[in-house]
């Protein structure tokens, strides 16, 4: 069992940022392909990216390419979520997850493992 809290959302403005963390426990993540995904209100939760073992490999979904960035630190056992440039439509739970994919996955049904999310509001 992986347990995942995450953690870093709040309230921001327009083209602010925030950097959201996943903690780890249970067991190391370094076995885990991770990914962040995302759902709003009366929306169906979506990918926003996904990192490889290693941490070379990264995938972002097209809405925030270029503003958001993934990133891992096994030693922590940690992953994170850089969002910069943020828009009022990336308001959302936004949900940390692990898979047994060693590249990740772009699919819900890829993780095993979910966090309790945490809420980003940006205002206009």
């Known amino acids: 069992q992986v347990q995942l809290v995450e953690s870093g959302g709040g309230l921001v403005q327009a083209g602010g940022s925030l950097r959201l963390s996943c903690a780890a426990s249970?067991?190391?993540?370094?076995?885990?392909?991770m990914g962040w995904f995302r759902q709003a209100p009366g929306k169906e939760r979506e990918f926003v990216a996904t990192?490889?073992?290693?941490?070379?490999?990264?995938i972002h979904a097209d809405s925030v390419k270029g503003r958001f960035a993934i990133s891992r630190d096994n030693t922590r056992n940690t992953v994170y979520l850089q969002m910069n440039s943020l828009k009022p439509e990336d308001t959302a739970v936004y949900y940390c997850?692990?898979?047994?994919?060693?590249?990740?996955?772009?699919?819900?049904?890829?993780?095993?493992?979910w966090g309790q999310g945490t809420q980003v509001t940006v205002s206009s």
């Open positions: 990192i490889n073992l290693s941490g070379r490999n990264t």
């Open positions: 249970g067991r190391t993540i370094s076995n885990y392909g």
């Open positions: 997850a692990a898979s047994a994919q060693y590249g990740g996955s772009v699919s819900l049904r890829g993780y095993a493992y």
